[in-house]
């Protein structure tokens, strides 16, 4: 079972950037593709970003494509999110999430699908 472990939140102004991490424990990692979510206060969560198993597809919310970018790092059980241009309406509880895929080309928009899911972390961006 993989276990999903996010770093990289804190407070930054409108138009910086930040790298979000989300490390995993155990050894079949590389057989999800991964996705981030996030859910601002009294709002559903929302798609963000997802990437297949070696990185070769990658989707993106039309509200972040252009800005945000994700990849992974399988030799490191990795999986980021750089975040530029941010803007405050981007304030939220970041998650990263696993979808076992076997080594499949496809990711998901859908969150419901995602079976793992790491603790969150805060993005705050003050305007």
């Known amino acids: 079972q993989v276990q999903l472990v996010e770093i990289g939140g804190g407070l930054v102004q409108a138009g910086g950037s930040l790298r979000l991490s989300c490390a995993a424990s155990?050894?079949?990692?590389?057989?999800?593709?991964m996705g981030w979510f996030r859910q601002a206060p009294g709002k559903e969560r929302e798609f963000v970003a997802a990437?297949?198993?070696?990185?070769?597809?990658?989707d993106y919310a039309s509200s972040v494509k252009g800005r945000f970018t994700i990849s992974r790092d399988n030799a490191k059980n990795t999986v980021y999110l750089q975040m530029n241009s941010l803007k405050p309406e981007d304030t939220a509880v970041y998650y990263c999430?696993?979808?076992?895929?076997?080594?499949?080309?496809?990711?998901?928009?859908?969150?419901?699908?995602?079976?793992?899911w790491g603790q969150g972390t805060q993005v705050t961006v003050s305007s």
């Open positions: 990437i297949n198993w070696d990185g070769g597809n990658t």
């Open positions: 999430a696993g979808l076992y895929s076997a080594h499949s080309y496809g990711t998901s928009r859908n969150h419901h699908e995602y079976a793992i």
């Open positions: 155990g050894r079949t990692f590389s057989s999800y593709a």
